[in-house]
């Protein structure tokens, strides 16, 4: 018993003598803590810790540096889509002249040909028939001569209004020169369509022009050929086309240009009305253009 009591006074004084030795109670873990920072220095002196803050502060400018870098170019390409769409809205007018007649506006042969290959690997897939109009028109060389340049262009570009308002979408009419123009018929079930709208074509441009004080009646030639029965390509349908165009010459129409009464201050347009005297009377003058 009394060893017991010995040995517990001795743990007690042991226990007081720790604790005024070091002050007061160490938190749990801070010996361990203590421990790793010394080691962490052991194995990380000083200079390196130094050389990994520069290398961080040069990481950080170097990014900057590189995202300074990237606004410049984001910038500049920003600036470059700009001037790429400025180019494109001023060269679409110099495209449009490239690929079309400037009298008419009509699509140039260079466009023409390409649309009909087109239309022809269309006609192969999805077996169809496209068709090719030769139209001449008779004697204008005459009018040009009778009525001036001037006049012709004005009558051309009559004409080509005409013919564009009577052909579909999918077609193409192109002044292939002077006064001949080539109309495609893509995609047509049978060579008859072709035939149905030549003739309202035809029709069409026979009504009479009323320019420059004159009413002018147009004789006008046409020829058809058909893809795929005429013709493998273009250059053999065109050939075909022409030979048709000079077969029908002289037999529809004739050209002739009649003279109508000049009125003060009148206008002559593409639909000026016949007008009359004090008496009543219509003065005209008509001129036919011979074959």
């Not at 520069?54 to 900057?64: N, T």
């Not at 140039?108 to 028109?137: E, I, P, T, Y």
Request: proline share 4%; hydrophobic share 35%; charged share 20%.
């Amino acid at each position: 018993m009394a060893r017991n009591s010995r040995t517990s006074e001795t743990v007690y004084l042991n226990a007081v003598r720790g604790t005024k030795h070091h002050g007061k109670r160490r938190t749990p873990g801070a010996s361990q803590q203590s421990a790793f920072g010394t080691e962490a220095m052991r194995v990380l002196p000083p200079s390196s810790l130094n050389a990994i803050t520069k290398e961080i502060s040069e990481f950080r400018h170097l990014a900057k540096k590189t995202q300074h870098q990237i606004d410049i170019l984001v910038a500049r390409n920003t600036g470059l889509q700009e001037e790429f769409a400025t180019l494109i809205q001023k060269g679409a007018p110099v495209h449009h002249s490239a690929h079309h007649d400037a009298l008419t506006g009509l699509p140039s042969r260079s466009l023409l040909l390409d649309r009909f290959r087109q239309a022809m690997f269309q006609s192969d897939r999805n077996h169809k028939r496209l068709a090719l109009l030769s139209l001449d028109l008779d004697k204008f060389e005459s009018i040009n001569d009778t009525l001036g340049h001037a006049a012709g262009d004005k009558l051309l570009h009559a004409v080509a209004r005409r013919i564009t308002a009577v052909i579909r979408g999918a077609d193409t009419a192109c002044r292939y020169g002077g006064a001949r123009f080539v109309i495609m018929l893509a995609e047509i079930d049978s060579p008859t369509f072709a035939t149905a709208l030549a003739m309202e074509i035809g029709g069409g441009l026979s009504e009479p022009y009323h320019i420059a004080g004159h009413e002018i009646h147009l004789g006008v030639s046409l020829g058809i050929s058909v893809y795929p029965s005429d013709g493998q390509n273009f250059d053999d349908l065109m050939s075909l086309a022409d030979v048709a165009t000079r077969h029908n010459k002289g037999t529809g129409m004739r050209t002739s240009i009649t003279e109508l009464p000049h009125e003060e201050g009148h206008d002559a347009g593409l639909h000026d009305p016949l007008s009359s005297d004090n008496s009543g009377r219509i003065h005209v003058t008509e001129r036919l253009i011979p074959n």
